[in-house]
């Protein structure tokens, strides 16, 4: 929901970090790589109850993921660049809720596995939507430049991260914060259903 109005305040900031790292001969992948790794740092930190690397670390996950697609505008974007991009996210978002999970089974389990159920879903619409507009040609930049059809909804990375970022600084407070999220995420997930069946009509 969110996204779309970020993009003009911190696209311009982002673009100039990606056009340094690229002039430093850094690519996009090593970029998407190098996040990736981050963000399995902070799962691993939170798992281990280490709340304030884990808030950093998370931090640092989402600037490189903003971060490979500024040096991707800078260099050459690439059909594998956007799939490493969008998978690797995907399981950065699953293993967040997993870390609050190993980190205390009696309060989080199930709050973790309805909001892993909910991210399941909302991906689930979100991706199925990308192959079929590919297959339609349909496009849109709403969201900024990206390699696949980016279906807006109620539950996109912005509100995931603000998420993420509540439940390291309040760890105790995960519970509430799933369930409300996964509650958003599946309306999410309908809205996007519905707004896909509609455009696949017609």
């Given amino acids: 929901m969110l996204d779309a109005r970020l993009r003009p305040l911190i696209d311009p900031p982002l673009n100039q970090m990606g056009r340094l790292l690229a002039a430093g001969g850094v690519g996009p992948n090593t ?28 931090a640092l996950n989402r600037l490189a993921d903003g971060l490979d697609g500024a040096v991707a505008r800078a260099t050459r974007k690439t059909d594998l660049g956007g799939y ?8 950065f978002y699953g293993a967040i809720p997993l870390a609050f999970a190993v980190q205390n089974p009696h309060a989080n389990a199930l709050a973790a596995a309805a909001l892993l159920a909910s991210f399941y879903a909302n991906g689930s619409a979100f ?63 309908g809205a996007r259903v519905m707004i896909g069946v509609k455009a696949l009509r017609s």
């Fill in 31 to 58: 970029v998407t790589l190098t996040g990736f790794a981050l963000g399995m740092g902070s799962a691993a930190a939170i798992a281990g109850g280490y709340w304030l690397a884990g808030l950093i670390l998370i």
């Fill in 127 to 189: 991706l199925a939507f990308a192959i079929m507009a590919e297959k339609n040609k349909l496009t849109t930049d709403t969201q900024g430049q990206k390699s696949l059809y980016y279906l807006g909804g109620l539950a996109e990375g912005t509100e995931t991260i603000a998420l993420f970022l509540l439940m390291a600084l309040l760890p105790g407070w995960f519970p509430f914060f799933a369930w409300g999220f996964a509650c958003v995420c599946f309306i999410s997930a």
């Fill in 84 to 91: 490493l991009d969008i998978t690797l996210d995907f399981f």
